[in-house]
């Protein structure tokens, strides 16, 4: 899970730095920053599993993510702190756990990667163990463990290969046993969802669909998949809708024909069938929100990993009342995955405790980070004041430009 990340020159981020919990809300006004957020967050996980295969690509991506008020010449900066508890094996048979990742990425216009840092702490020793060290112009790195920490970084990137690879991240993950421990802390259970109504109605092939598309598309065939290979997911997700949703008797699929092409339906109390585009937006949505968070907790995980859920504006076209259900079963995630969910409603932050928040505000220089203090003038307004009306008087910050 992610312990701690910075932003240098991203977007809207001057240069921040925010801590985060098993649970966090990001919240904030319109146009504050808090979908820049989670695209410093993905653009951090294609980077590692892709990279760029040319200048003009990488050129292309900074021109789409640099900061418009700071110089070209200055650089984009993401650094990030990963806490872990999972063991690896190694190639000779040894085994280590890894309990923190530390990452950092420099980038500039027309350079490429500039500076990459990537260290480790083991569970039996505490010290930094360095896999990855690189500048403009060369990389070294760890091929092999050695207790002898001075001696980690014992292979260089041949000017040939680096030359090659100046705009992908990780110099040497294929030929090294380590690097792809960053991949598989930050990656591999990435998921991240800003459902579309019309997205989420489609009829889709049915295929191993285990786990729903960030926009929905893929809704119809993850419900027959878990039909067909897991019912007790679908009885889940229809105990839940059911207490939700007046009338509501449960969700199934129905094929198009002979085909493997299915739709969703949703069958009420009296016994009708409604499909697709005969259900309200809001229904669609929340059929969806609960199929994303239902189905992540029967994902198999490996001891000790941690998987990361971020959901955007999970209010959209939802009755308030249903925000509550939708932070209940966000928190029971907690144990499988780090959850991040960006918001703008009073009635989501009314279901919230003080640590769950990560404010946003926006003056001239960006937007700003911060989480809430504890203060006792805070106490005092929570004996008068729920949360969500404090935030709404913009007693807390992030509910107003305020400059």
Partial sequence: MIKKLRLKNFLSYKDVTINFNDFNVILGANASGKTNLTKALIALRDLIIGGHQSLEDFDAF??????????????????????????????????????EHHYKLEMAFGKGIVKENYWIKLKENPKPFKILVRDENSAKYTHEYNPEFNKCLALEIDSKSFELLKFQLMAGKPLSGFLPLLQKAYCEFFMMYSLVSKQLI??????????????????????QFYKEHNPIVLDSINEVLRRNIPHFENVDTKALGISKNYYFTVRETDGKDYVLDELSEGTDLFIGLVTAMITSQYLEL??????????????????????????????????????????????????????DIILLDKNESGTRLQRINKTEELERYLEEFSLDQIWLNNDLGGGTIDG
């Fill in 302 to 355: 490996e001891k000790g990993q941690k998987g990361i859920l971020i959901i955007e504006e999970p209010e959209k076209n939802l009755h308030p009342q249903l925000m509550e259900e939708i932070v209940a079963l966000a928190k029971s995630l907690t144990d499988k995955f780090q959850v991040i969910i960006t918001t703008h409603s009073t009635d989501l932050v009314a279901h919230l405790a003080v640590d």
């Fill in 202 to 223: 489609r009829p889709f092939f049915s295929r191993n669909q285990k786990i729903l598309a960030h926009n929905g598309q893929n809704l119809s065939g993850v419900l």
């Fill in 62 to 99: 900074m021109e789409s993510v640099f900061n418009k008020n700071a110089k070209e010449e200055e650089t984009l900066v993401i650094e990030i702190v990963l806490n872990t508890n999972f063991a690896t094996e190694l190639t000779n048979g040894a085994k280590i756990i890894v309990e």
